[in-house]
């Protein structure tokens, strides 16, 4: 089995046990494993990785139906261009060693982008392990702070939040 396919069954497998064991019935969403039309939006500044996605869907177009990975720099997404999401990932935040003048977000930017297009029983999840782990710390403590996040659960290096009430600036 190759890397991808690795990867993408372990995040399935999370994405299962979310669904089964953490979110209540009304927040359920369906798995692209049981054929309920799940939409997925993905994104990678890996060519690589891009270019294996493209290979499954040219194999199997069905795959490619409900499941999108776009290629690019998440630093340059724009609320207008995107739809509200049931989960956002975002493992990989604050491993760039500095900011980039030439993105149009920053880590913070970035957080309060998905929080803006988190649905109404949204979740997001952060990887406590990742090499950006401090600055990440810093930043969720900001949003817990002003109310704007509330961390639901710890599961072993994965983060839960929803989204408060507070102030995300």
């Known amino acids: 089995m190759n890397y991808f396919r690795l990867k993408l069954n372990r995040a399935l497998e999370l994405k299962e046990r979310l669904l089964r064991e953490l979110l209540p019935a009304r927040m359920r969403v369906n798995s692209l494993s049981d054929g ?89 999840l952060f990887y406590s392990n990742s090499s950006g782990r401090r600055a990440t710390e810093r930043i969720l403590a900001h949003y817990e702070a002003r109310q704007a996040l509330v961390l639901e659960e710890k599961f072993r290096s994965l983060l839960i939040y929803r989204a408060g009430r507070g102030d995300s600036r």
Request: aromatic content about 12%.
């Open 36 to 124: 309920l039309n799940n939409e997925i939006l993905a994104m990678t500044a890996t060519p690589s990785e891009h270019a294996r996605y493209l290979r499954r869907v040219v194999r199997d177009a069905a795959f490619g139906a409900r499941y999108k990975v776009l290629f690019g720099d998440i630093y340059q997404l724009a609320a207008a261009t995107l739809p509200s999401f049931d989960f956002v990932t975002l493992f990989h935040l604050a491993e760039f060693a500095a900011p980039d003048p030439a993105r149009r977000l920053d880590d913070v930017g970035l957080l309060t982008l998905f929080l803006a297009k988190l649905s109404a029983h949204g979740r997001l």
